[in-house]
């Protein structure tokens, strides 16, 4: 009986199988990734019944547009091996594409997202082109259209500015290497505004400004970079991660390059507003010296000298004119007091003299000689009629009637 080694064995069944399976595509989902730190890329295909070891090694991981993902369903293209230390079979990947999608349009994508998420799309950080640059740098290559049309557009809007020309490869593997180069040197350089441009082309033509690495250059760049990458529909990283983009190398150069015959309408707007404003000027400060020359008047000696002349001579107005109004007031007083005084010393004249009418007729009442006589006396004491309730027992008093004066005293008195 002939009998095998382990290793022989293996090594029979690994040559049957990858003479038998040399290329292959299989469709399944990724799990249990491993990146390792050669460079090999390990991970599991799988479906919904069974699994599959497989590897991808550095050369060809190297080559890959787009991030494996766990649960990502991929097409493959690869060989079925033999590791035969473990006597495990596995597939050897060439290739790997994602199922029903372009890798290029999924490493896009994927690229998109995560510089996205690291803030390199923020506008807070983009910086602001310059008014008027004086020193541009044009990235791109030095033999396509694009170039021609930005010198073309320079040509015509702005004249008085330094261009220089940064050749570099636009498409292919070694593109975006080139790309980073120039612009890490330009950046040294003090240019106000860098331009990277290419024209159109399909997304593998793009591809170059599309790279992490591209992006980040920009991203670190100190000098403000403008996108100018394919037609207005294209949109590539370099784009998002700019700080302008323009939708084609010429808009580039209309966004970055002032118009001379703008700017010739700008300086005649310019002097006009400055011709106002001097007008304007003038004439404020000929209002405030004409304002300075009336203050000045107005308060020197002369016109104060003049203030308390006309001042004194209104007092003096006011006060003859209030002395001639009293004196008129008096005189219309006197005058009415002229009219009423006969008439009041007649009123006072009639008043006394029923005055003395009345006395003459409250004395003829008190004589004693009108009073009735039978009776009747009147007393009186110092000349004085007394009544009778004020003497006292002693008293002496007199009594007079119409013919009989009567000296008297008091003997008794009794009250009744």
């Not at 991203?219 to 700080?243: L, M, N, Q, R």
Request: aromatic content about 8%; hydrophobic content about 40%; proline content about 2%.
């Amino acid at each position: 009986m002939f009998t095998l080694s382990v290793s022989g064995l293996n090594e029979q069944i690994k040559g049957l199988l990858e003479t038998s399976f040399t290329q292959v595509f299989v469709e399944g989902e990724l799990s249990r990734i491993t990146f390792h730190n050669s460079g090999h890329i390990y991970f599991t295909l799988k479906d919904s019944s069974s699994v599959i070891s497989c590897v991808m090694f550095r050369g060809n991981a190297s080559k890959l547009k787009f991030r494996l993902e766990e649960g990502m369903k991929v097409v493959l293209n690869a060989a079925l091996t033999l590791y035969k230390p473990r006597g495990s079979y596995q597939l050897n990947c060439f290739s790997i594409e994602p199922s029903g999608q372009g890798a290029l349009a999924l490493a896009y994508e994927q690229l998109k997202q995560k510089l996205s998420a690291q803030g390199y799309f923020s506008s807070e950080i983009k910086k602001q082109l310059p008014k008027f640059p004086s020193r541009i740098a044009l990235i791109t290559s030095a033999t396509g259209a694009a170039l021609q049309d930005m010198l073309r557009v320079a040509n015509s809007r702005y004249k008085n500015i330094e261009i220089d020309i940064y050749d570099v490869l636009v498409q292919g593997d070694s593109a975006s290497g080139a790309i980073v180069n120039a612009v890490q040197l330009a950046d040294t350089r003090a240019y106000d505004i860098l331009v990277l441009g290419r024209g159109g082309g399909s997304i593998e033509d793009l591809w170059a400004f599309n790279e992490e690495r591209v992006a980040d250059v920009i991203f670190h760049a100190k000098t403000p970079i403008i996108s100018a990458v394919g037609h207005e529909i294209d949109w590539v990283i370099s784009d998002f991660v700019a700080d302008v983009r323009a939708a084609t190398p010429s808009a580039a150069m209309e966004i970055c390059l002032p118009d001379v015959n703008e700017l010739y309408q700008y300086i005649d707007s310019l002097s006009t507003q400055i011709e106002q404003l001097f007008k304007q000027k003038i004439h404020t400060k000929s209002q405030e010296l004409e304002h300075l020359r009336n203050s000045f008047v107005q308060h020197s000696v002369e016109k104060k000298l003049q203030a308390r002349e006309d001042e004194i001579q209104q007092l003096k107005e006011n006060f003859f004119g209030a002395i001639s109004f009293n004196i008129k007031g008096y005189e219309r007083e006197l005058q009415s007091l002229k009219q009423q005084l006969p008439q009041a010393i007649d009123r006072q004249l009639h008043f006394a003299e029923e005055q003395l009418l009345g006395v003459e007729k409250t004395l003829q009442l008190n004589n004693p000689k009108y009073k009735t006589k039978t009776g009747f006396a009147q007393l009186s004491k110092n000349s004085k009629v007394i009544d009778i309730d004020s003497l006292e027992v002693d008293s002496e008093f007199n009594l007079q009637s119409d013919t009989v004066f009567i000296k008297a005293k008091v003997i008794h008195k009794e009250h009744i």
